[in-house]
């Protein structure tokens, strides 16, 4: 991809928002659907940066063994503490599954080296959770089978000292660390995934929120392509409206709104590459998409007062869509238009190889184990 192109993709995404919405980008009927109660937000785990600094210091030269198990993986890796950083030190294994086959078998070849090492076990897991056992695994079905025929659905029954994260609680703990170190004053961290759908959590007094923002009902003109508008019921508890994550997602909302009208079933990634061809419907999908990850940014942080009063919270983009040259330049331009100074926003493809894996490292040595 030459530079001038990328360059070129990133001003028309900007000047077109600017021509369709003048200066502030926000709807008031899409920012007040957001509130504690429709992001389901709900306080997971304590996390005091300041305090897991210092623990993390206190750890300097110890070494935990990690695990991300995600829908198409599961990698695993050593991390040690060296000069105050969480760093990974040694690969340990990855293995692709369709629907999880092979995990469990890779999960066992993990515990066996941890206990044999003697050292404690950190896992992120991309799914629901309750303590150390799996609620359910969409994404990955044969895996929630056999850990619950093998071992009772229930992590602790596999490793000896164990800390199981879901991957947004993992991924916001990496992500505060970097936060910290850039923006030692901040109001807090709002942490928003835009991928195979849209998720978030939330960073404030001391408190990792788990949140829902993906479902939260879709404002009428974020959901008008030339006519054609997404149908596709929310369907969480029931919910029979349209959710932004079905109009802004990588894949369940572009992918799926390109597949619709075009008839073709694209990659986010080779949407993208129309969208740097200049294709208009590409444009106006990805345009339509950063406005809504916008708003639910600024409403992520508006019903946890994270605005109020002058105040900065840090914004950590995580997910493919960041990667599509201009978006991620995109949403922070949108939100700092309504602020007094430059948003303050991050993307975790530009400070980490594996967030998920990072952050059930930090979720040991935190000392939560
Ligand atoms: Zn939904």
Redesign the pocket.
Known sequence: MQVTQVVQAFESLGNSSRERTGMSCFVPEQLRRFTKETLRARPVRPFDVQEVLRRIHLCEGMTVLAVDIGGDKITAADFSVLHGRVELSNHVLTVQGDNGVGYLAALREVADSAQRRGIPVGISFAGPISGTRLNAAPNMPFFAKELQAGYGGDFANLFWKLELANDAEAGIMAATLEAARRYPDSSGVIYLINGSGLGGAVLTDATIYAAEP??IEVAAQFNDFDGFAQRKQ???DG?TYV?I??VAASKAGVEDIWHQLTGKRLTGRQISLRFLDGDELARSVYLNSARITAHAIRGMGAAFGLFQKGGQPVVIGHGGIFEVPGYGALVGEILGRDLAAAARILFTKDFSGNTCLEGAAIAVMAGYA
């Open positions: 993906g479902h929310c369907g969480l919910a959710c994550e079905a």
